[in-house]
């Protein structure tokens, strides 16, 4: 199995499914249309699971968690060394996507792609380590070619895997201090827009630390010179770990039929990568929230998705994602066991 194979895999909606979940959705007791989104996701989630009435039984989100050699440029308000102490709060199950996750009845699966740190984890904690974080992009490459395609496979394998144990939605989030330097990055080699524009204060920069990280990541991509026409190029040159695992489990879960919820920006950026390689894969993302970093508007606009949420949040973690998980649930929900008209025994709208 490579990513080719996978991402040729990957079948576009079902056209008759979504039809067929079309007219129902007209015909429920209701002005058309009236329920928005709801009618939307439905829609969508018919043509992803190949039938007019989708369900959804079993709920996934993975923490993807890494560390990135460019804090060396003082890019980030937090240390490095967070990111494997979060890694165990995600094991102790303290951190706001364990909570989260058991609110919504998800199971929060965190995959260390590239932590930083000799630590042994929990058995919890599945152990997908490429290297020990990616170099520091703004001396060399973040990672080499081959480390890139090996992160991105172990998160399809993890997606596929996911989906034959019967999960069928799936989340992404991530951990990794720095990483919103890789984002905003790769967020303006795709979307074409200046890197002031897609970058923020991420973990909580003072005006000096913004301007110093928008000058890393002009400089970074001065040098490094990304290619947005081969996303792989992009990714290993400017990417993090937990990024390259990321856009693997959307290509993993979407060639086996399985929707994946983004979370915010981080998440967003592997989106990039993913739909890149894969078109066809953008029909099975949904975007769970509009997160307040100001890249994060720039890929939903240049992916043509339209967010769920916008609750002022910039945690990551795969927090939006499960908050909107029991929102895209409800749509099938209202899909199936809402009344027709017919059934009901409730008059049509005049004309109808």
């Not at 329920?35 to 923490?63: H, V, W």
């Not at 890694?87 to 989260?100: K, P």
Request: hydrophobic letters at 40%; one cysteine or more; glycine letters at 12%.
């Amino acid at each position: 199995m490579d990513i080719t194979t996978l991402i040729g895999s990957i079948k576009s909606l079902d056209a008759k499914s979504q039809e067929q979940a079309r007219i129902r959705q007209d015909n429920l007791t209701k002005p058309k249309g009236s329920l928005g989104r709801l009618e939307d996701l439905s829609i969508q989630l018919a043509g992803i699971y190949r039938t007019a009435a989708p369900k959804i039984s079993k709920k996934a989100i993975f923490t993807m968690a890494a560390d990135h050699g460019v804090c060396a440029e003082g890019v980030s308000a937090y240390p490095s060394e967070v990111t494997a102490q979060m890694v165990l709060n995600f094991a102790s199950g303290g951190a706001a996507i364990s909570v989260l996750g058991r609110h919504v009845g998800a199971d929060v699966i965190t995959v260390d792609m590239g932590v930083a740190s000799d630590m042994s984890w929990p058995s919890s904690i599945v152990n997908k380590k490429v290297r020990k974080g990616t170099r520091n992009m703004m001396r060399e490459p973040a990672m080499t070619p081959s480390e890139a395609s090996d992160a991105m496979m172990h998160g399809a394998e993890l997606g596929i895997e996911a989906a034959e144990k019967g999960y069928d939605l799936i989340g992404i989030g991530d951990m990794g201090i720095g990483n919103t330097t890789a984002a905003s990055a790769l967020t303006a080699v795709f979307t074409g827009r200046p890197v002031a524009e897609v970058t923020g204060r991420g973990t909580g920069l003072d005006e000096d630390g913004l301007q110093k990280k928008i000058k890393v990541i002009e400089e970074v991509i001065n040098l490094r010179r990304p290619d947005p026409r081969r996303p792989l190029d992009v990714l290993q040159r400017v990417g993090g770990l937990e990024i390259a695992g990321m856009a693997g489990v959307i290509i993993g879960a979407a060639s086996k039929g399985v929707p994946i919820v983004l979370d915010g920006f981080i998440s967003s950026s592997s989106a990039l990568i993913a739909a890149g390689l894969a078109p066809e894969s953008k029909s099975y993302m949904i975007a769970s929230h509009r997160s307040v970093e100001k890249g994060h508007r720039a890929i939903l606009d240049y992916l043509g998705l339209e967010p769920i949420l916008d609750l002022r949040m910039r945690l990551g973690e795969g927090t939006g994602a499960a908050l909107a998980m029991n929102i895209i649930e409800a749509s099938c929900k209202i899909l199936n066991e809402m009344a027709t008209f017919e059934s009901a025994g409730v008059s049509k709208k005049d004309g109808e």
